[in-house]
């Protein structure tokens, strides 16, 4: 069913029905042996701690729901975002092939070593991205003595240039949108012989897109440390922004592994100018689908016109609701986030970052929305579990937000209460 609310749309897909929900690749790619295994390794690098899981009491209670609690990835490592948890567990698992040494776990330090530098050669890892990606995979490749090859988009803005660059990449600035720079990635890695780390999957490259997402899930064991040591078993819906769709089919394969019989309620957000996933889920015929264009948001993170097919196969078969917000959603979370109701923590979230928590807020306090509230089943036993996936990545725009009132609400939509 789709349908068209104040200015969003969305699809209720399984209704939380797990009868309708094939499990079988999120059960096959997210298994706990393999979120431990990244752990461990996540474990060694140095700097390395567990981010908060941040609850927000008082707006729950303001919106009528048992529990709001959300990962702040801004704290993670020096990188103020997720994405080095894939790069770097995708780095790890590359060199152990290339090593031969795949059924061995290596340290940190002796991937840092000269001995390892030495077996492996001049290497140059290489990848398209809309910035947090690309940090994460330049600060990894500087960590081990390697050169890395970035590929971003003509709109990226110069403070996501300038964060690569200084873990020591080239960046390209390609003119076009960022799947254009993921095939120019491809093809200057093809023809140089670089090694090509994305979190997009396409036609013969699911390995190492497969690694990112299952990186991914060491950020997710600690949640469900952090839940149990709340007394929470588990998140009971699940709110996730979507670009190609990694982060939400790690998040989404996870949880459907973890509680096969019980899984969360899945609400998969993307933002309207660029919704590949939501568009794919509307043809109806279970195949990706590419958007054209500049993809014009302000979630960078997000714009992405070309589902990963990969990603893509989780999402289909495991989410309940697919839905596309325009961009005054991530500037309201934003701002809600960053002045919280008296007692709720503050927190300083991008434009990406602060999708879910706005989705949430707008879907409960909007008018006109019993459709999507009573599919989403929300009520005073709710636990709502979302990922602030990235900091203020983007200073100048981020104070054009929060300062400047930039994508405001429009009036008929504005707090009430």
């Known amino acids: 069913m789709t349908n068209t609310i104040n200015d969003y749309e969305y699809i209720i897909h399984n209704n939380g ?29 140095p700097g390395y701690h567990m981010t908060p899981l941040a609850a927000l009491p008082n707006l729950a209670h303001m919106l009528g729901i048992g529990g709001i609690y959300i990962k ?15 790069g770097s567990f995708a780095v790890y698992n590359l060199i152990r092939r290339l090593l031969h040494m795949e059924d061995q776990d290596l340290t940190f330090d002796y991937l840092t ?35 890395c090859e970035i590929y971003v988009h003509s709109e990226t803005s110069q403070a ?17 949108n960022y799947d254009d ?23 013969g490259y699911t390995e190492i897109p497969t690694w990112i997402m299952q990186g991914y899930t ?94 893509f196969e989780v999402l289909k078969n495991n989410a309940d609701i697919f839905a596309s917000f325009p961009d005054y959603v991530a500037a309201r979370g934003m701002r809600i986030l960053s002045c919280p109701l008296k007692g709720d923590p503050f927190m300083i979230s991008g434009e990406s970052g602060a999708l879910p928590l706005g989705a949430l807020y707008s879907i409960l306090t909007e008018p006109e929305q019993e459709d999507i509230k009573k599919a989403l089943k ?10 602030n996936t990235e900091g203020n990545t983007d200073p100048k725009h981020f104070r054009r937000i929060i300062w400047d ?13």
């Open 405 to 417: 009132g930039v994508d405001p609400v429009p009036a008929e939509y504005r707090t009430k209460r």
């Open 72 to 86: 702040d990835e801004a704290q993670r490592l020096e990188l103020n975002s997720f994405k080095v948890m894939g």
């Open 17 to 45: 029905d797990v009868s309708k929900k094939d499990q079988s690749l999120a059960k096959k790619l997210f298994t706990v042996q393999t979120a431990r295994e990244a752990r461990q390794f996540h474990r060694q690098i």
């Open 181 to 203: 720079a993921v095939r120019l990635a491809a093809a200057e890695a093809k023809k140089h012989g670089w090694y090509v780390v994305s979190d997009t999957s396409w036609d």
């Open 218 to 311: 060491s950020m997710l064991l600690e949640c469900q440390e952090q839940f149990a040591g709340m007394g929470i078993t588990r998140p009971t819906h699940v709110f996730v922004q979507a670009g190609v769709g990694a982060l939400a089919a790690s998040v989404v394969g996870f949880y459907s592994a973890l509680f096969p019989e019980n899984p969360p309620i899945f609400v998969v957000c993307e933002p309207n100018k660029a919704a590949c996933i939501y568009e794919s889920m509307k043809a109806g015929d279970g195949k990706c689908h590419s958007l054209k264009g500049d993809l014009d948001t302000i979630m960078a993170g997000l714009a992405c016109g070309d589902p990963s097919p990969l990603a």
């Open 160 to 176: 996501r240039i300038d964060a690569i660059k200084g873990y020591g990449a080239n960046v390209t600035v390609v003119d076009g």
């Open 378 to 387: 929300l009520n005073k036993n709710s636990t709502v579990f979302m990922v």
């Open 113 to 147: 070593s000269q001995e390892c530098h030495d077996k492996l050669g001049d290497i140059t890892f290489c990848s398209a991205t809309d910035g947090n990606h690309g940090r994460g995979l330049a600060w990894a490749a500087r960590k081990l003595g390697h050169k």
